[in-house]
């Protein structure tokens, strides 16, 4: 199949009957495909400019499109997103838009329903140049700026190559699905032009929901992310997917173990996580299992570690140079590569590159600020979390309304600046920002100001009125702090705190208090300590009775009077 | 199902680690998703798996209904409301 991709439309006009694609149960042939590639490429060929904007979200309608550009002459750029920053960024870069892109300005459009106008079905489909034909794709760079990346078709062709010289036994004839957008190169390769490339049939619509994997009862191949596979219900019915599921891909960003286990329970499949980027094309894959976690270069693909980054050289890149990845990488002792992180400040966040630089340049520039940090924050799901110095604008906000209203206005300043993804989560506030010894703003400062105030809650029992939760008391809880040095003991207001916390929680009311009675500190509270939290609501009275206990230890008891209402 | 409202609030204000946030400042007629409370699509799935694990709600396969029980604090009681297992 080397040169499949250039020939695409003289080989499926011998085969008009060929499933090229399905949409709700409905199947598109070949016939299908070339009367829409027509469409496409007689409509944009009258368009002025070489260069389009490509926006899609049905795959099918989007190949038709792409190979009807490339018909056309035309030079595609595919936006990753709709973002109005991301829109008004390609403007200067195109002639025109293509799809579903928004209008802008006085640039031309061509949208799905200006193509019933000007079908061409004559429109001849020469085999395409692969040296000629090019696609941009986007990546965002360190300075926060999108950074397009040209690929030519020959680049294209060659990993399609690679994955059906690695994959293609494997995935066998299955449907491929996915839930990853084909805006991106991974799902444009795996969901779109491998699939193509290799006769296979590939779903037009993309996965958003869990619900729509599990209702897959047919052979099929499943192109994912970590995104939908860390977070895979459990109490879903998954057996007729997991009996119909054959491979299932995983790439963008690192898969965790946890994932890749429930993978495997869940769906009987160890996932094949793929590793690569926008630049440089796919790199290597592995699959999930005892002693994983080393990489295995793909087909083409020659790497070396360089100063602890690793460089790569394939005919995925397109020249035969090394090129020089931000991952640092060591050479694994069985073989392969492992990889350590990035070593600069973009931060992979649900798949998404995250330039922590631009959202923090983004934020320094905001009128009410005068400095700004943006840090991550670890966790089951990670959060950025920004530090912020108020300008005299910023403490008239805080001063006349609250740090509610300073956040707020600051994520709409952010708001189609930066991936909604990356919007921070967490805020603080503060006249300087913390430096250390070196006249550094320090790290671990900036993440000392998050630490948690309260611990994970495990419900034990949850009713109308009754309520009884397990705290293990983290010994990273901000309480600590000073509190006392040496002898870290819970403050008494800490478990006040909690208790109104959880309440609201439980019992979904306004747990603003108005009178505290018999409150009882029996037993101090040490870090590491699991507790267990009894709350009792009494909602004709107003009265929350609390207590804290270990065992058969009390530790702590009271009862509020509370404004109550249901909130 | 108005009275599912407050604790459906509080399940996303635990889920989303909502910081600085009360079930009180939630509009329940307000839209969940970007403009409104500001979740965005991972949130969606997470809450998704939390409401499945609490109420044992299942969700169709069609996307389309998904999003419109997503739409709203007051959309997603309805559904919950209709649906529960428990």
Redesign the interface.
């Known amino acids: 199949m080397t040169e499949v991709l250039q020939q695409l439309c003289q080989r499926l006009s011998v085969q008009p009957q060929r499933i090229v694609a399905q949409r709700a149960g409905e199947s598109l042939s070949a016939a299908d495909f070339l009367a829409r590639v027509r469409a496409w490429a007689s409509a944009l060929a009258r368009m002025p400019g070489v260069s389009y904007a490509l926006y899609l979200e049905d795959s099918f309608e989007f190949a038709a499109a792409l190979f009807g550009g490339w018909h056309a002459g035309k030079n595609l750029w595919l936006p990753g997103d709709l973002l109005p920053a991301t829109v008004s960024g390609l403007a200067h870069r195109v002639h025109g838009f293509a799809g579903e892109l928004p209008p802008l300005g006085d640039l031309p459009r061509l949208s799905v329903a200006d193509l019933k106008e000007v079908s061409d079905l004559e429109f001849s489909l020469d085999p395409l140049d692969a040296d000629r034909c090019c696609l941009q794709l986007f990546t965002s760079g360190s300075s926060g700026d999108p950074v397009a990346i040209a690929k030519l078709l020959r680049q294209l062709q060659n990993e399609v190559n690679s994955l059906q010289q690695q994959f293609g036994a494997e995935v066998g004839e299955a449907v491929v699905h996915g839930t990853v957008s084909h805006q991106h190169i991974y799902g444009l390769l795996f969901r779109v032009l491998w699939p193509l490339a290799s006769a296979r049939c590939f779903a037009a619509r993309r996965l958003?929901?869990?619900?729509?994997i599990?209702?897959i009862s047919d052979p099929a191949t499943l192109v994912a992310s970590p995104?939908?596979l860390k977070?895979?219900?459990?109490?879903?019915d998954w057996a007729p997917f997991a009996g119909a599921l054959g491979v299932c891909f995983s790439s963008g960003g690192p898969l965790p173990v946890e994932a890749a286990q429930a993978v495997l329970r869940l769906w009987r499949q160890a996932p094949i996580e793929v590793y690569g980027s926008t630049e440089t094309g796919g790199i290597g894959w592995r699959q999930y299992g005892p002693g994983c976690g080393a990489w295995t270069a793909l087909p083409t693909v020659d790497w070396q570690v360089d100063r602890g980054l690793l460089q790569v050289r394939s005919a995925h890149l397109a020249d035969s140079h090394w090129y020089q990845t931000e991952d640092r990488a060591v050479a694994a002792a069985g073989g392969g590569f492992e990889l350590l992180g990035r070593a600069d400040r973009i931060y992979k966040l649900?798949e998404r590159r995250i330039s922590l630089s631009a959202i923090e340049q983004h934020l320094q520039s905001a009128p009410c600020l005068s400095d700004a940090r943006v840090l991550v924050l670890p966790g089951a799901?990670a959060?950025i979390a920004a530090v912020v110095v108020p300008s005299a604008e910023g403490q008239q906000i805080l001063a006349r309304q609250d740090?509610?209203a300073l956040?707020r206005t600051l994520?709409e300043w952010l708001t189609g600046k930066v991936d909604?993804?990356a919007?921070p989560?967490?805020?603080r506030a503060l006249d300087v920002l913390p430096i250390d010894a070196r006249g550094k703003v320090s790290q671990a400062a900036l993440a000392a100001l998050f630490r948690p105030m309260r611990p994970q809650p495990t419900w034990l029992l949850r009713e109308a009125q009754t309520a009884e939760l397990s705290l293990i008391v983290d010994p990273e809880l901000a309480h600590f702090d000073g509190h006392f040095p040496g002898t870290p003991v819970l403050p008494g207001v800490a478990m006040l705190d909690w208790a109104l916390h959880y309440a609201?929680?439980?019992?979904?009311?306004?747990s603003r208090c108005l009178q505290m009675d018999v409150l009882k500190f029996q037993q101090l509270v040490r870090p590491g300590a699991e507790l267990r939290l009894r709350l009792d609501w009494e909602p004709q009275r107003g009265q929350l009775s609390f207590a804290f206990h270990c065992g058969e230890q009390r530790h702590a008891s009271g009862r509020f009077r509370l404004n109550g209402q249901?909130? | 199902m108005l009275?599912l409202?407050?604790?459906i609030?509080?399940?996303i204000?635990?889920t989303m680690?909502?910081?600085?946030m009360?079930?009180?400042?939630i509009d329940p007629t307000a839209p969940l998703f970007?403009e409104g409370l500001?979740l965005?699509?991972?949130d969606?799935?997470?809450l998704?798996?939390a409401l499945?694990?609490r109420y044992?709600v299942?969700?169709?396969?069609d996307?389309e209904d998904?999003r419109q029980h997503f739409a709203s604090v007051r959309a997603l009681s309805a559904f919950i409301a209709e649906n529960r297992k428990q």
């Open positions: 958003a929901y869990p619900e729509e599990a209702a995104a939908h977070r895979l219900p459990e109490g879903l649900e799901r959060l740090k509610k956040v994520r909604p993804i919007l989560r967490r805020w609201a929680g439980a019992f979904g009311i306004d249901a909130s | 009275a409202e407050p604790e609030k509080s399940l204000i635990e680690a909502l910081e600085d009360a079930p009180e400042d970007n500001g965005d699509s991972i969606a799935l997470e998704g798996v499945q694990k044992g299942v969700f169709n396969a996307s998904i």
